[in-house]
């Protein structure tokens, strides 16, 4: 949808303007919409006889309906809860982490001196980090997130989990606690000794639940914490095992794996007699990570927005779900509907339309 002209109504300021200390857990309501119109902002800001306070469109569009509400009725800044976020104490220095041991994990990594920024992406289950750095089937031009890291001075960090493409010869866990463990290992010391660097973590599917836990991490380690955290297609990770919607795979056998997958919207392809034998154990263990996952509370929820995607045509993970995030971040929130299935990675459009909001979204200093 078209974004309004300078020429609207609404007075507007940068939204690096704006002020992003953490607000309050608050109980938050459905919003009005996601993401907000600026007729919508400025009813509110009516409702709240907030006149003189600026609407940042560019930004606010992406909040809930509570949390723009808290912006007005506090004159243009959100509540603080002190001047640190809701996280221990700077942990000690970490060594730095090898270039090798960082191209090992996130293979497509390009070193950038002195970058403006990073964004780090976790994969979902059954693929890899090409997901996020790929052009995709008779695509001849990069994708949104890899031109914008290269063209404003950004490193792009995707993940790629053991047993797969250039590392199958490694071991794959079942565990997702042991590889956001071995994540920190790699990631922490990165982001520990370069802090004036900001970032942003960004999960699929089984990949955001491995966000969540390295960010549990994060936060008990003292390590600086994303500037955003942007989930798509999943539930929020403590969604009780009877009202996960999907079956565990181990007592399946091979045909009704097969059929999970179908319901998860895996490409046919997939299971062609010729393709079956290397992805099958591949998307055992990768769905096991989920299946086993056992849920235990951060510390306390996020002191930095989350903004949260679901899929119009996903079988799975409808927006019931994924608004359930809401809970884990004491910061703003914001839920959007993305065009395709639970796979929309793999449909070249559609993966470029999400890539482009969520650039557009970012906060100030990562070059949107």
């Known amino acids: 949808s078209s974004r309004p002209s300078s020429s609207s109504r609404a007075r507007t300021t940068h939204a690096g303007d704006i002020n992003t200390r953490w607000p309050p857990p608050v109980p938050r309501r459905s919003p009005v919409s996601m993401p907000l119109t600026l007729e919508e902002l400025e009813d ?11 609407i940042v469109f560019e930004k606010m569009c992406l909040w809930d309906e509570t949390t723009v509400r808290e912006y007005f009725e506090n004159g243009g800044q959100l509540p603080e809860v002190g001047t640190q976020p809701a996280t221990a104490a700077a942990g000690p220095m970490l060594p730095p982490v090898t270039e090798a041991e960082l191209k090992r994990w996130f293979p497509k990594w390009k070193k950038v001196e002195a970058p403006k920024f990073r964004i780090v992406c976790f994969h979902n289950a059954g693929s890899s980090e090409s997901v996020w750095t790929g052009r ?39 565990e997702l606690q042991r590889y956001a463990a071995a ?13 004036e660097v900001p970032y942003v973590l960004a999960g699929h599917s089984m990949g955001s639940w491995l966000l969540f836990e390295l960010s549990k991490l994060l936060q008990t380690k003292g390590i600086p914490l994303p ?18 919607p999907w079956s565990r795979n181990g007592p399946m056998d091979d045909e009704a794996f097969k059929e999970e997958c179908r319901g998860w919207d895996v490409n046919t392809v997939v299971f062609a007699p010729s393709n079956w034998p290397t992805y099958s154990p591949i998307m055992r263990d ?27 045509a996903d079988k799975r993970i409808k927006q019931h779900h994924v608004e359930e995030w809401r809970r884990f971040t004491s910061a703003s929130f914001s839920l959007e509907e993305v065009e395709g299935n639970h796979l929309f990675f793999y449909d070249v459009p559609h993966r470029a339309a999400y890539m482009n909001r969520v650039l557009a979204g970012l906060p100030a200093g990562f070059g949107s």
Do not use: K, M, W
């Open 44 to 54: 509110i800001q009516a409702d709240c006889l907030a006149d003189d306070v600026e």
């Open 136 to 174: 995709g089937l008779r695509t001849t031009v990069d994708n949104p997130f890899v031109l914008h890291c290269r063209e404003r001075g950004g490193e792009l960090l995707a993940l790629e989990l053991p047993g797969r493409e250039g590392r199958r010869a490694e071991p794959r866990e079942t």
């Open 183 to 195: 994540i920190f290992d790699v990631l922490a010391p990165l982001v520990q000794h370069s802090p």
């Open 227 to 244: 500037a955003q955290v942007v989930v798509s297609g999943f539930c929020a990770p403590d969604v009780a095992e009877a009202d996960r």
């Open 286 to 312: 990768d769905f096991t990570l989920f299946d086993s996952y056992v849920y235990s509370a951060a510390p306390a929820p996020l002191p930095v927005p989350v903004r949260a995607f679901y899929a119009a």
